[in-house]
């Protein structure tokens, strides 16, 4: 079982994938919660769209999605809908659509340009070095710092989202402004090792496997961690025991952690419906 | 009873591992980035070696995307054949750096640049990624033509030479069998193609280039309108009106190249799409270095004529 860690390169392959899915999938549960699950697609797409820009005009590869990608995070933490017949969901895909349709046009003048974008994309977690998971580590350690010291206040926050509460939140919110920012960063960070899909599942994935396990917000975060984990170590084992692409096969156990929480809440709400009276339940065997 | 059995079936298995073990001592593994220098190193290499290549020949080989199991056989390897010039740059250099195997690192004696003494065709003045030169040392697709084939050997030869220096005599043997074989078929091919030197012909990709300068065709033109950039409708125009007025036949493109593009200029025009073999493996006939020529020329002279 755990032979994948006498080879060098799975250590680290998993050091990374760890470190991406522990960070991840706590700020899923944001997320989830604020009910902004394409956050993390428009963000990608902003920053490919960042990388087409530099290969277009031939330099910084490094910064310039960064730029794009946190300038993108500000725009997105200004969104705050009073208008009940809009979603916040709405104006982050039109935000994705639109990048995605700018990063095309860039990369129709750039020769080969779909190569770098696919190398981005699709991240290198078999060939990450301890220096990318260096620098990975300090910026996700100020992130889950800020996260850890100022819990309550982000936590307030997404409940008022959760309760559509959200129109009491003035324009600028220095948490809402801190809390696109983590989302930002972490996203830049964990693309370059992980690739797009593999980013939306380990924020997405988690979390919701995890609401569904329990209905405590403390236990939420410590089932979405755990989950993160798992997905990440069996995972990669079943890339090195059947020699699959890495992130698709994260992908892949995360998906069935999802389909093993979703079995359990069935089978815990049928156990729970027949001895309840209440009229909702009632009104759900009907 | 049991017992004596069982001992004994221990003590076989035991033998045979150590004796396959001593046999196996003696293969030199070699591993390759794409499947034309694999068949060039088994050829070379005859019983002594067992080859495995990275890409598949029916891939892009710009792009492929990593597997646990190419980092592991990379860190058994005891020789390393890589194409060169920047074919690979996008992944090669990341998995030889994880396999962490000293033998063949760059500079080591087991590291094969198979591109060192090639006549590099297309080497920029001055690179400009905006014209699509980014081949910054040259057109990457030398392979195509056999006579380069021949250097690709030459390297490969030394390198086996460098790890296993025993069996010189026989690499040797084996490279002079490969050249006397691909001078032959050289003559084979060149007759074919003779009737249609000069022929005018577009291509999908840059990657024709030592083809079309040994058998003498002419590429008017590219489907690209720069390397790596997919056809626009402005050059759908201008291949169409080229290949009207030239009397263009054909359209050459590869496996991993979508024929969408040149369908539209074939039905506009009546001109034909072959999608040629640019590797080994590339499709199932194709098992050799000498049958991708083959089947390219036997391809292309059957649509010239």
Redesign the interface.
Known sequence: MFEMFQLPFMVQAFVAAALTGLLLSYLGVHVVGRGIVFVDLALGQVSSLGVAFAMFIGTGLTTIPLVFTLGGALLMSFINIRDKRLKQEAIIGILYAFASALTVLLISKTPHGDSDIQEVLFGNLLSVSWEQITAVAIAFGIIAIVHAVFFRKFFALTESFENGENHLIGIFNVWNFLFYMSIGLAIVFAVRINGVIPVFSYLIIPAVSAIMLTKRNGLVVAFALAISLVASFFGLDFSFKYDFPAGSSIVTILGLIFVLASAYRIAVGIGKRKPANVPETVDVER | MKNIKSIVAVALLVASVLVANVTFAKTIKVVTTTTDMKSIAEMIGGANVSVTSIATGYQNP??V?????Y??SL?NADMFVTVGLDLET?WSP??L????NTKIQKGSPGYVDASEGVSLLQVPSSLN????D?HMYGNPHYWLDPMNGKIIARNIANGLERVDPANKAMYEANLKTFDDKIDAKMKEWQTKMAPFKGANIIAYHNEWVYFETRFGLHIVDFMEP?????P?PSQLVKVINEVKSNNIKVIISSPYFTTSSSDVVAKQTGVKVLTMATSTGAFDQVKSYFDVFDYDINLLTAALK
């Open positions: 710009h792009f995307d990593p597997k646990p199991s980092i592991i860190s996008g990341q998995l750096t994880s396999s962490r990624r905006g014209e699509g980014i720069k390397p790596g950039i997919p626009t």
